[in-house]
């Protein structure tokens, strides 16, 4: 079993998952809209251009999300996306991009149990944990 985050967006889904593969390296490998889908014509053409479904590729997980309507989006809460990484340096670098115009709850550092550790919010509303755990 795999369990990989599926992110809501209050609309910036396209502009957040080309964000977050520049951030983690991945690649996209699905980013639908409505406009795209079998259902387009149930949906209202303001809606069109906003997206159904992105899948982005991080090798063994995926990343999914989508575009939440309005009246159904809901700020996330109660959870933090965890990154797990083998290099300090690649927990800096992928800490340091996330955070670009969010909000850090605990800057990056080395802590009893990793060699580094932080937790952010991201531009988008997106909470992330960046863990770099010690080798013993």
């Known amino acids: 079993m795999k369990i990989n985050p599926y992110l809501m967006f209050n609309g ?5 998952f080309k964000f977050y593969e520049q951030c983690l390296g991945g690649k996209i490998t699905m980013m639908m809209t409505h ?3 079998p ?7 303001e809606w069109h251009d906003k997206i159904m479904h992105a899948c982005l590729d991080l090798g063994d997980r995926l990343l999914m999300g989508s575009d939440s309507p309005p009246d159904y989006f809901e700020a996330p809460q109660g959870f933090y996306v965890q990154i797990s990484v083998a290099e300090p340096a690649d927990a800096e670098r992928i800490f340091h991009a996330l955070a670009e115009n969010g909000k850090v709850k605990m800057s990056i550092a ?3 149990w990793s060699v580094r550790f932080g937790m952010l919010i991201d531009q988008f509303g997106t909470p992330w944990m960046i863990n770099c755990e010690q080798v013993t």
Do not use: I, L, R
Not at 12 to 16: D, F, G, I, K, Y
């Open 12 to 16: 910036n889904c396209e502009v957040a």
């Open 35 to 37: 406009k795209e889908a």
């Open 39 to 45: 259902s387009a014509e149930h949906v209202p053409a």
């Open 110 to 112: 080395q802590t009893f």
